[in-house]
Each structure stands twice: as structure tokens, then as C-alpha cells.
């Protein structure tokens, strides 16, 4: 049996899930964790939070109460590490207006880290990864390429700025935007993390039955992300997401395959992606731009199913 206050399961691969507590009031729930990516540890709780917390404002929700999740392996670290990844975290729960509640912490191979997260939306009024329709104009908010640049920086190939550029955007709460984007109606929305962009872009177009175009040459890309490709990194996760998109998806012959990489290049904390009308797109690209998301950009267009599910142009 179907409860009918679950207004969004596991159907259609959403952020989270949503369940109706009242005509006007649902509660929208999420869970995720990860390993890190940096060595400090105030830095990589801050990121593993606002990769949780990112999941509710995919959904058009506003965060309220946070659990750690911690597998932490105690016999070789410090509870200072501990206590900064937790510190991180709370700078970023903060941040988001929510608090946290507790958690549970579990003795582990390797650190990992994140949240699980309750937040509240209109059940009414919030967001999926599916309804985009032909017409709309497709808007990404962060730049892509954070998986490449860890893994080449361990190569010591990427540049002091470039890194920190980098931890700044996914350390970067999606609050914002989505609050932007509250004030326009959104066909669709998602937030692009481990599949990259192509993965999230063709779960988006396939369940919306309809193709996405991108236009390449617009995608906002982290400083050396391209060139770190170029010379050939790559992640352990790549192969992986170019396999699962590979049957619906369509690059252009004029990209080159390490420029195709950066699309199935797996994020962690990344940007919205925000599928809505084309007056519309365009108004909320500039009240983005005003709040500081200067990075925000138009990438493509809604069209008619047309064979595959996404194209790179």
C-alpha cells in the first residue's frame, strides 16, 4: 500500500524525499556522507556538510535539524581531528539557519563524513528533477570540475589558487540560490554531485521525457579542471559515469574526449541546475548574479524528445 503523504519516494532518483505532515507543512528528508577530499579537518566537515545540505534546497526546502553521520578511525586519529570535522560542520549547519541535533559516530577503516537532514517545504510547492518541458532554458550555478582538481593535486599539478578556488565553491552553501529560485517557477531542479553533470542532466531530461542541449562553451568550469584533463587525470569514478550515459547522451565530434571528461567528472557540493522558462531563466540568472553567485550561468535549452536524452553542443 501507498501512503499518500509520500509526495516523492525513490521513483525518479530525487535528492530527497518529501512526506505531507499537514496541508501546509512537509518534512523533507536526505542522508549522505563522504570521504574526504582535503587533509584539513574543519575544511572537509564544512564540504561534507554543504553536500548534505545541498540535497534540501534541491528540493526547494529549507533545512531545520542535522545528525551527524561519522565513520572515523579512532585507533590512528586524534579526537582533535574529531572535533574540527564536527566544528566545520557546525560553521556550515549555522550557516544554514538549522541546528544540529546529535548523531552517530561508528569506528571506521577511513574518516567519512556528512549529515542526515530534515527540512521543511510547502507541500505544494517544491521542486523535482522531473517536469522540465520543451521551451525552457536550463541554468547551472556552480562551476564543474572538483573531482579532477583533488585528484591532480595530489600530483602537486594544481596551483595554490586554483585549489583554493575550488574549496571555496563547494564549500559554498546552495542556500542562496535556491532562495532566489524561489521566487520564480521552476519546471525541474536538481544539484549536480557524483554522476557530474551528464549523469544528473540525463536523470533530469529522461524523466522529464524530453532532450536537454548544452551548449558546451557556456558550462562554467573550475580554473584548470580542463587543462588538469588535457594532460591526462583523471578519477576513479569517471569511466563509471561516461557508462551510465553513454546510451542517452550525444557529444558533439567537435569536443574533444578529455574536454568530455569534464562532464561526467563526479562533483561534491555542486550547483543547482534549474530547468524554467525562458523570460523567466533569464530574470533569475540576473537576481542570482546580484546575490554574489556570480559563477551562475545559462547552459542550454529544453527541446522535444529527439532520440538522446542529453546533448553536449
Known sequence: MVDPNLLVGFETSDDAGIYRLSDEQAIV?????????????FTFGQIGAANSLSDIYAMGGRPVTCLNLIGFPSKDLGEDILHGIVEGALSKITEAGAVLAGGHTTDDDEPKFGL?????????????????????????????????????????????EALAACIKTITALNRKACEAALLFDI?????ITG?????????????????MNIDASTVPIMQEALEMYQKGVTTGVNAENRSLVEDDTRFAAGLSAWHQEIFVDPQTSGGLLFSLAPDQAKSLLTVLHD?????????GEVTPNEGPSLRFN
Open 187 to 191: 519546471h525541474a531542479a536538481t544539484d
Open 291 to 299: 546575490s554574489g553567485i556570480q559563477s551562475a550561468a545559462i547552459i
Open 116 to 160: 542526515s537532514v530534515t527540512g521543511i517545504v510547502h507541500p505544494d510547492r517544491y521542486w523535482r528533477n522531473v517536469g522540465a518541458v520543451p521551451g525552457d532554458l536550463l541554468i547551472l550555478t556552480k562551476p564543474i570540475g572538483s573531482g579532477v582538481l583533488f585528484n591532480a593535486n595530489l600530483k602537486d599539478w594544481v596551483s595554490p
Open 29 to 41: 528528508v536526505t542522508a549522505d556522507f563522504i570521504t574526504p577530499p582535503v587533509d584539513d579537518p
Open 195 to 211: 554522476f557530474g553533470l551528464a549523469g544528473h542532466g540525463m536523470e533530469m531530461a529522461k524523466g522529464s521525457g524530453v532532450t
